[in-house]
């Protein structure tokens, strides 16, 4: 007796830590559990939020009423933006450029930032659903510093404050390892979707090095994960834009970031992808300050998509007077894109959109095939961008890339920027020049006309 006796406070010890653990780890308990097996079919994301900045976006975030939002980064703005100098003993910016524009803050300061932020009133309420899972990653104004990769000192620190702004668990395996790459399956059994959240900071090469993005660690990671158990959708996030690479057409002018600017890295990621045999994949991106659409049709057997969001309060329309817009539109417009998605489902002409906006994925399970809409919303949720993708065109089909090359419209989402001919590809650039030698004629016109007049008089 004595013996069974035993054997039952051992039973009870064992199933008490065994559930204690559980609920320490933040994902094991039965509330849980149940959300990431609840079919999903709203998903939201977004990136590039400034906490001083006014975000009424929220409150078409909340209205979409997502059951899974994606922070992709620019979080907070961390760092410290010096004013444009040209001339002076501090010059941030022109030829004689000799401080950085951007220097980082104080860890200190990192966290008062997430703390605004985090607890701006329609954000909260957006944080306290029950059924809205929040995840994410970081860029490099959250990282802490613009354009900052492997060499910057302070990812160590940083990377602890994103994760308790994300409420990350305190014995997550993201808070022990090099960097904040991880991934979520949602969903039941044949309607899950996989989501891979890149760090596409920690471990990144210097820009224009052509090294590494991911480092080994992480690209052996990802491996596995795209080689792993199948779902139905496979949504991967980078806070950089994967398919486009507008720098190769705003060059010289000025530059973005993105996979594009480290092409060999860019190739193993598709070849990852065309490796894998894994339907069902396309990207999300942010960091630009407008949103777009862009696919890539050679290279996995089927059109891959990466779907820009940026930003929720950084917009590209916000750095210019009301009555200017309609320039940048143009200039959108102008710039050569060999990858953007034009169609009907657009605000502009260029189908961009450089005011603040949202991303929102729905998700139609029960059609046949399943169907995708997928758009890039304004602050009042109002559709700018969209597209309707039928999974069935996200599964590989052997599509032989020299056959579609012949093809008019996949000629447009397979050759890239830095292919095109110079006349196309600097025609921004051009233009540029032609406009200021332009203006420059005509306020030498204007100077002679009015030495002219001085002198009559």
Same mark, same amino acid.
């Given at each position: 007796?004595?013996?069974?006796?035993?054997?039952?406070?051992?039973?009870?010890?064992?199933?008490?830590?065994?559930?204690?653990?559980?609920?320490?780890?933040?994902?094991? @308990?039965?509330?849980?559990?149940?959300?990431?097996?609840?079919? *999903?079919?709203?998903?939201?994301?977004?990136?590039?939020?400034?906490?001083?900045?006014?975000?009424?976006?929220?409150?078409?975030?909340?209205?979409?009423?997502?059951?899974?939002?994606?922070?992709?980064? $620019?979080?907070?703005?961390?760092?410290?933006?010096?004013?444009?100098?040209?001339?002076?003993?501090?010059?941030?910016?022109?030829?004689?450029? @000799?401080?950085?524009?951007?220097?980082?803050?104080?860890? $200190?300061?990192?966290?008062?930032?997430?703390?605004?932020?985090?607890?701006?009133?329609?954000?909260?309420?957006?944080?306290?659903?029950?059924?809205?899972?929040?995840?994410?990653?970081?860029?490099?104004?959250?990282?802490?510093?613009?354009?900052?990769?492997?060499?910057?000192?302070?990812?160590?620190?940083?990377?602890?404050?994103?994760?308790?702004?994300?409420?990350?668990?305190?014995?997550?395996?993201?808070?022990?390892?090099?960097?904040?790459?991880?991934?979520?399956?949602?969903?039941?059994?044949?309607?899950?979707?996989?989501?891979?959240?890149?760090?596409?900071?920690?471990?990144?090469?210097?820009?224009?090095?052509?090294?590494?993005?991911?480092?080994?660690?992480?690209?052996?990671?990802?491996?596995?994960?795209?080689?792993?158990?199948?779902?139905?959708?496979?949504?991967?996030?980078?806070?950089?834009?994967?398919?486009?690479?507008?720098?190769?057409?705003?060059?010289?002018?000025?530059?973005?970031?993105?996979?594009?600017?480290?092409?060999?890295?860019?190739?193993?990621?598709?070849?990852?992808?065309?490796?894998?045999?894994?339907?069902?994949?396309?990207?999300?991106?942010?960091?630009?300050?407008?949103?777009?659409?862009?696919?890539?049709?050679?290279?996995?057997?089927?059109?891959?998509? $990466?779907?820009?969001?940026?930003?929720?309060?950084?917009?590209?329309?916000?750095?210019?007077?009301?009555?200017?817009?309609? *320039?940048?539109?143009?200039?959108?417009?102008?710039?050569?894109?060999?990858?953007?998605?034009?169609?009907?489902?657009?605000?502009?002409?260029?189908?961009?959109?450089?005011?603040? @906006?949202?991303?929102?994925?729905?998700?139609?399970?029960?059609?046949?095939? *399943?169907?995708?809409?997928?758009?890039?919303?304004?602050?009042?949720?109002?559709?700018?961008?969209?597209?309707?993708?039928?999974?069935?065109?996200?599964?590989?089909?052997?599509?032989?890339?020299?056959?579609?090359?012949?093809?008019?419209?996949?000629?447009?989402?397979?050759?890239?920027?830095?292919?095109?001919?110079?006349?196309?590809?600097?025609?921004?650039?051009?233009?540029?020049?032609?406009?200021?030698?332009?203006?420059?004629?005509?306020?030498?016109?204007?100077?002679?006309?009015?030495?002219?007049?001085?002198?009559?008089?």
């Amino acid at each position: 007796m004595d013996g069974v006796k035993r054997w039952r406070w051992w039973a009870v010890f064992i199933l008490g830590a065994l559930i204690g653990s559980q609920f320490a780890c933040g994902g094991g @308990n039965d509330s849980t559990k149940a959300n990431h097996e609840a079919l *999903v079919s709203r998903i939201a994301f977004g990136s590039c939020a400034n906490q001083t900045a006014p975000q009424p976006i929220w409150d078409a975030i909340i209205k979409f009423d997502p059951q899974v939002f994606i922070w992709m980064g $620019d979080n907070i703005y961390g760092d410290i933006k010096r004013p444009s100098k040209m001339f002076g003993k501090e010059r941030t910016t022109g030829p004689w450029k @000799n401080v950085p524009r951007f220097v980082p803050t104080s860890q $200190d300061e990192m966290n008062f930032k997430y703390h605004i932020i985090k607890n701006h009133p329609a954000y909260s309420r957006l944080r306290h659903n029950l059924n809205t899972k929040i995840i994410g990653t970081w860029d490099d104004h959250d990282y802490g510093l613009n354009d900052a990769g492997k060499e910057f000192p302070a990812k160590v620190s940083n990377q602890r404050l994103l994760l308790d702004f994300l409420d990350e668990p305190l014995d997550s395996p993201r808070r022990m390892q090099a960097g904040i790459y991880t991934s979520y399956t949602f969903g039941p059994v044949g309607r899950q979707i996989k989501i891979i959240l890149l760090d596409t900071r920690y471990h990144r090469d210097p820009l224009s090095s052509d090294g590494t993005i991911l480092g080994s660690t992480q690209w052996t990671w990802l491996e596995k994960e795209l080689n792993g158990p199948s779902s139905a959708i496979t949504i991967i996030v980078s806070s950089i834009q994967v398919i486009s690479n507008l720098s190769a057409t705003t060059g010289p002018l000025f530059y973005m970031e993105s996979w594009g600017r480290f092409p060999k890295e860019r190739d193993r990621l598709f070849q990852l992808i065309a490796d894998s045999k894994r339907n069902g994949v396309f990207f999300i991106s942010g960091d630009v300050h407008f949103g777009e659409i862009t696919r890539y049709d050679c290279d996995v057997g089927y059109a891959l998509y $990466d779907i820009t969001s940026s930003g929720l309060t950084q917009a590209v329309e916000k750095a210019v007077p009301a009555p200017f817009h309609f *320039v940048v539109r143009f200039l959108a417009w102008w710039t050569p894109s060999t990858m953007r998605v034009i169609g009907k489902n657009c605000r502009h002409r260029s189908c961009t959109y450089g005011q603040p @906006n949202f991303g929102a994925i729905e998700i139609d399970w029960d059609a046949t095939p *399943v169907a995708l809409k997928i758009e890039v919303r304004d602050t009042d949720g109002i559709p700018a961008i969209g597209v309707n993708i039928s999974l069935s065109e996200l599964q590989a089909q052997s599509v032989n890339s020299a056959a579609t090359l012949r093809v008019g419209e996949h000629q447009k989402h397979c050759s890239l920027e830095v292919d095109l001919p110079w006349i196309v590809r600097y025609r921004l650039t051009i233009l540029f020049y032609f406009s200021v030698a332009g203006l420059n004629f005509a306020a030498a016109v204007v100077f002679r006309l009015f030495l002219r007049k001085c002198k009559l008089d």
